[in-house]
T-cell receptor, first 114, second 114 residues
């Protein structure tokens, strides 16, 4: 299994530009999570999906952030317009419903907004 | 609000010694705990988990101890190796709930000295 796949690994953009981060969860997993990690705030849950449906987006910072999951094998996190304070590492994770809740993480996308 | 926190932000140990990483949690409803390891430039990686009906669980070179009375969790690494250098996070959740979020601690940086 290839694990959770995120792209791009690194993204450098200018303030005001649109940024789209992509994630392919582990095949068969029915939960998908987007996190943001910074030194100041640690690992923060932004939003998660179950069977492609957003369940809890209370962690999304503001309306500039949006996430979609058009099918079971693909999700996007979009920031429009981006701001320097959005600079962080963004992780996607997936898990399989059942008796445990182990989330498997991708390698992350390091976003720098100049 | 309730949260998961770590006692020590950094820990340095000599190669070959045992390491103990601590974690305090405050949500008494949590019944499932996970330890993750995050190496530089990578996403968090699952190490070991434990349910609240257990007080000890062993893996390969790692042991997790759970003390529900004082809401304390620890990760013990035997014969620490250079490859163990990483940030270690504990995470908590309650498996009986409909929510699938993990609440992560702030992390402990483990450095293995030669």
């Amino acid at each position: 299994d290839a694990g959770v796949i995120q792209s791009p690994r690194h993204e450098v953009t200018e303030m005001g530009q649109e940024v789209t981060l992509r994630c392919k969860p582990i095949s068969g997993h029915d939960y998908l999570f987007w996190y943001r990690q910074t030194m100041m705030r640690g690992l923060e849950l932004l939003i998660y999906f179950n069977n492609n449906v957003p369940i809890d987006d209370s962690g999304m910072p503001e309306d500039r952030f949006s996430a979609k999951m058009p099918n079971a094998s693909f999700s996007t996190l979009k920031i429009q317009p981006s701001e320097p304070r959005d600079s962080a590492v963004y992780f996607c994770a997936s898990s399989l419903s059942g008796t445990k809740n182990i989330q498997y993480f991708g390698a992350g996308t390091r976003l720098s907004v100049l | 609000g309730e949260s998961v926190g770590l006692h020590l932000p950094t820990l340095s140990v000599q190669e070959g010694d045992n390491s103990i990483i601590n974690c305090a949690y405050s949500n008494s409803a949590s019944d499932y705990f996970i330890w993750y390891k995050q190496e530089s430039g990578k996403g968090p990686q699952f190490i070991i988990d434990i349910r609240s009906n257990m007080d000890k669980r062993q893996g390969q070179r790692v042991t997790v101890l759970l003390n529900k009375t004082v809401k304390h969790l620890s990760l013990q690494i035997a014969a620490t190796q250079p490859g163990d250098s990483a940030v270690y996070f504990c995470a908590e959740t309650y498996s009986s709930g409909s929510a699938r979020q993990l609440t992560f601690g702030s992390g402990t940086q483990l450095t293995v000295l030669p």
